[in-house]
């Protein structure tokens, strides 16, 4: 609360998105404001998406709503607050990588809540949705929490493993086309790939403490292959457009340097 407080903070925020609201046309389509945030950014993530909404009501903006995504966040506040704000801000995700330490604590009972759905992620390309209580207690590691898995970079590789596992048998129903439409629809993914198929085949940096999940690849080609034959292996997936959007996540993955199926 304090960082966001902070220097006024607040403020500045809730009034800058104000002024970018109000200067849209009268008769504009609806708008959702994006809010995301890692670690004490996603718990500030929550803050600011419950002030701007607060805000936006105030205001009679029923055309604009805010939606949060928080990334290994901690909980943010009572049971009140949770309440107060699952009804302020409802399109609200916390996405949890497997046993992530700074997730699991700071709840002391009943004294903090979590606010939004839970989607709770892992390497091996598992993803669990607003599970139960029994389903979240199962999930939790006997063996300990993980600092390792709190990492920005663990998120990263956790999240593109749920991804491309959409083409495997964990894949959900109709996950493969979800994808295609995904890569198809976004800018910025489309332009990766225009990128890197001109430019360099360099993969991304990893931190070390993230190497001995990530291998990175000495060549993109050489990813490729590896991703390609378990694909072939799988059988997987049958149609024209489950093909296209195979393609397109294994040179995704590749450009990203992830070496994602072990030998």
């Known amino acids: 609360m304090k960082s966001w407080l902070a220097g006024a903070l607040n403020v500045k925020v809730v009034n800058r998105i104000m002024q970018l609201v109000s200067s849209r046309k009268p008769a504009a389509c609806d708008l959702e404001i ?20 607060k805000r936006l009501q105030e205001a009679g903006q029923a055309k604009v709503h805010a939606v949060c995504y928080s990334f290994g966040a901690p909980r943010t506040g009572n049971h ?25 604590g700071a709840k002391f009972l009943v004294l903090y809540k979590r606010t939004g759905k839970r ?3 892992d390497g091996l390309g598992r993803l669990m949705v607003s599970p139960t209580l029994m389903e979240a207690s199962v999930q939790q590691n006997t063996a300990g929490q993980s600092m390792e ?17 959409q083409f495997g048998p964990k894949g959900f129903k109709d996950g493969m086309e979800g994808i295609v439409k995904l890569v198809e629809a976004s800018p910025y993914l489309k332009g990766l790939l225009e990128t890197h198929a001109i430019g360099g085949n360099e993969a991304l940096a990893r931190p ?27 059988q997987k997936p049958a149609t024209k457009q ?5 393609a397109l996540a294994v040179e995704l993955f590749a450009i990203l340097g992830f070496e994602t199926f072990s030998n």
């Open 34 to 53: 994006l809010v995301t945030g890692h670690s004490l950014g996603g718990a500030l993530a929550t803050l600011a998406a419950y002030d701007i909404q």
């Open 119 to 121: 989607a709770i992620v």
């Open 149 to 165: 898995h709190h990492f920005l970079a663990s998120y990263h590789h956790a999240i593109l493993s749920v991804v491309l596992a």
């Open 80 to 104: 009140a607050f949770a309440k107060d704000y699952n009804q302020m801000v409802p399109d609200t995700w916390s996405i949890i990588n497997d046993q992530d330490i700074v997730t699991r």
């Open 208 to 234: 070390a403490c993230c190497r001995k999940r990530l291998s990175i690849p000495s060549t993109r080609s050489n990813a490729t292959q590896r991703l390609l034959s378990h694909q072939a292996n799988q």
């Open 242 to 246: 489950a093909k296209k959007g195979w």
